[in-house]
Structure formats: structure tokens, C-alpha cells
């Protein structure tokens, strides 16, 4: 997992119940990802998420589905 940075004390979600960022399995994740709408740091986030693929949950408004298919994505570009 990539390092802690600063940008995650700027975070919208700072203070928020994290089990909402781990919705149940089958779940997208609106409640969380509406925090993370309104955040100042979703891009910085987004990439921590996209630096390590086995991360879970709900990071830069985007699902653990959902970067995992960035990731194939990149994948048949690249």
C-alpha cells in the first residue's frame, strides 16, 4: 500500500463512519461516493486507490470494481 500523505487530512470524509466507504458486497457505494463528490482531494485519492490494486472499498468516488476495471482497461491500451 502506497504512504500516508497529507492530502488525506483535507478529505471530505474525514470524520465520517469509514464502514460507509466498505459497502456489502453488490452494493455501489452511493452513500460514499456522494461524500467523495463534493471532495477536494477525490483525484489525489483516486490515484492512492490506483496504486495498489488490491485495495478495497470506496476511494476517489470510485469502487473497488470499478478501478479494477481501469486497471484491464489500461491493461488493452498499454
Known amino acids: ?3 500516508r500523505s497529507d492530502w488525506q487530512t483535507d478529505a471530505a ?6 464502514e460507509l466507504f ?4 453488490g452494493s455501489k457505494g452511493l452513500d460514499a461516493k ?7 482531494v477525490s483525484a489525489e485519492c483516486l490515484d492512492y486507490a490506483l ?3 488490491h ?6 468516488g470510485t ?7 481501469h486497471h484491464q ?3 488493452v491500451l498499454a
Open 34 to 40: 456522494a461524500v467523495c463528490q463534493g471532495c477536494p
Open 13 to 18: 470524509c474525514v470524520g465520517t463512519d469509514p
Open 55 to 60: 485495495l478495497v472499498g470506496v476511494w476517489g
Open 51 to 53: 496504486a495498489d490494486p
Open 73 to 75: 482497461l489500461r491493461k
Open 22 to 25: 466498505f459497502p456489502p458486497s
Open 63 to 69: 469502487s473497488d470494481l470499478q478501478r479494477k476495471q
Open 1 to 3: 500500500m502506497p504512504p
